[in-house]
């Protein structure tokens, strides 16, 4: 009877944990999936805050409607690569888009010392709460969109 229980038991464990994983691949399916952001209207839907992944820390990217952008940058970082930056830090400074290509302007800096005033990358894919970067050295960088604390 013992055997029966631990089959019983085994049984509604692995249900329980298939279950588990179709609902969470059903989840990422879903967020994953949403459709690209058209090329013309990657100006528009660029406007926010995005946040990249450098080690443990945060890389945070915050592009304005005007035109203006600041980000935090840590070494090692796919901006700070881009600007061949090295210790951490704050650029501000203008962004534009032309095509797939998106081009930062540093006007301003904070504990930096950028080699690179001016550093463009190729948006790879754009859809919206994901933003997959290419610098001219040919690294990618994924950036996922974030609520605005203000």
Same mark, same amino acid.
């Given at each position: 009877m013992k055997n029966v229980n631990v089959m019983k038991t085994n049984s509604l464990s692995c249900t329980g944990l298939i279950q588990v994983a179709i609902l969470g691949f059903c989840i990422t399916s879903c967020v994953n999936n949403s459709p690209p952001v058209p090329e013309?209207?990657?100006?528009?839907?660029?406007? &926010?805050l995005w946040? &990249? /992944?450098v080690g443990d820390d945060k890389e945070t990217m915050s592009i304005n409607v005007? =035109? /203006?952008f600041v980000c935090k940058l840590y070494p090692m970082g796919f901006i700070a690569n881009t600007l061949s930056q090295s210790v951490? =830090? /704050?650029? +501000? =400074?203008?962004?534009?888009i032309t095509g797939p290509i998106i081009t930062?302007?540093?006007? =301003?800096?904070?504990?930096e010392d950028p080699e690179n005033r001016i550093a463009s990358s190729t948006i790879v894919a754009f859809k919206q709460d994901e933003l997959v970067l290419?610098?001219?050295?040919g690294e990618i960088s994924t950036?996922? +969109? +974030?609520e605005d604390p203000r």
């Open positions: 013309a209207e990657y100006s528009e839907k660029i406007v &926010g946040q &990249g /992944t005007d =035109g /203006t951490p =830090g /704050t650029i +501000r =400074g203008t962004w534009n930062l302007e540093i006007t =301003g800096v904070k504990n290419k610098s001219n050295r950036f996922l +969109r +974030r």
